[in-house]
């Protein structure tokens, strides 16, 4: 397939379109951003030598990211201090990570970020890595505190798959949240008093499956060398930077329209309706940091 060139203009018109304009199609009540105030920050970090083979990422690089990712988050210049604003040595901390056979949060990532929980005071006793156990795993059910990473992906069900559909594993009904489109996803953060204790949003753009078909679709074609991170305190705001990032990607390579199908709307929905951030690019600072190479935002 040839794929034309993917120009600045291509990207603020998905950019136009992405969340908000879809929006409307949504049938949704959304508050203009004249009347808005709440803002949210996130900070895109890329390094071109983030994979070291197919899937497969280096764990320097990434705790590097993971370091310069943060500190420009808080405006700090050492990654522990950073840390230390949202974690504090007696806190009991779930990093919620996510399992899929196909491409999982790497052990690279969870480490990383385990390491500066330690760096930040708290022991390995009052820590744990869990995804399909969170709802019997003790550290989960006493955490005062929570850390929230997953790569993105298409979703069959959510039309993406990032940081807010990651929670639903705290669910024991998971299939009622799969009708409209995942739509209700932003209940389960209230549900379980998540959006209290999570504390920082990771979003693994490392090598993102753009596009798939069906409910176990994978393809290596779709497969997307990024070598990202997102990292944000907000969730909305992640997961509505990266939609717009895979949008991008997805008329570069197809070179037409193509959206997403089911139409991610669980993202406008969890602003709107839940609360949960900020989902209108115009009032998402994105803060990008490192490798320019193609697509940023």
């Known amino acids: 397939m040839e794929k034309k060139s993917f120009t600045r203009r291509d990207f603020l018109r998905v950019a136009a379109m992405t969340p908000m304009a879809g929006a409307v199609a949504y049938g949704m009540n959304v508050p203009t951003a004249e009347g808005a105030v709440k803002t949210s920050k ?49 806190d009991v901390v779930g990093i919620k990570s996510n399992y899929w056979k ?19 005071g708290v022991p390995e006793t009052n820590l744990s890595i869990d995804d399909k156990g969170v709802r019997s ?3 989960f059910q006493n955490a005062t505190a929570l850390i929230n990473t997953r ?18 594993m705290f669910d024991d009904n998971r299939r009622s949240y799969h009708d409209d489109s995942c739509a209700k996803l932003g209940e389960i953060w209230h549900k379980y008093d998540l959006k209290n204790k999570t504390r920082l949003n990771v979003l693994i753009m490392l090598n993102p499956p753009f596009h798939g078909i069906g409910p176990r679709g994978y393809s290596d074609e779709y497969i997307w060398d990024y070598k990202g991170l997102l990292i944000s305190e907000d969730p909305v705001a992640a997961d509505a930077t ?3 990032i895979m949008q991008a990607k997805r008329l ?27 989902s209108d690019p115009n009032r998402i600072e ?10 940023l935002i």
């Open 42 to 90: 996130v900070v895109l970090v890329r390094d071109e030598k983030a994979l070291s083979g197919p899937k497969k990422s280096d764990p320097e690089v990434i705790q590097k990211m993971l370091d310069d990712g943060i500190n420009a988050l808080y405006g700090e210049s050492d990654p522990v201090k950073a840390w230390k604003r949202i974690i504090k040595p007696n």
């Open 102 to 120: 196909f491409l999982s949060t790497t052990p690279e990532v969870e480490q990383a970020i385990k390491q500066r929980v330690m760096d930040a």
């Open 242 to 244: 990266a939609l717009r």
């Open 137 to 139: 795993n003790p550290i």
């Open 252 to 278: 570069e390579f197809f070179g037409e329209e193509k959206p997403i199908a089911p139409s991610p709307k669980h993202i406008q929905v969890a602003d709107t309706e839940y609360n949960l951030g900020v």
């Open 151 to 168: 790569p993105v992906k298409i979703h069959f069900y959510a039309g993406i798959g990032s940081c807010i559909k990651n929670y639903i």
């Open 286 to 295: 994105v803060v990008k940091l490192g490798w320019e190479d193609g697509i």
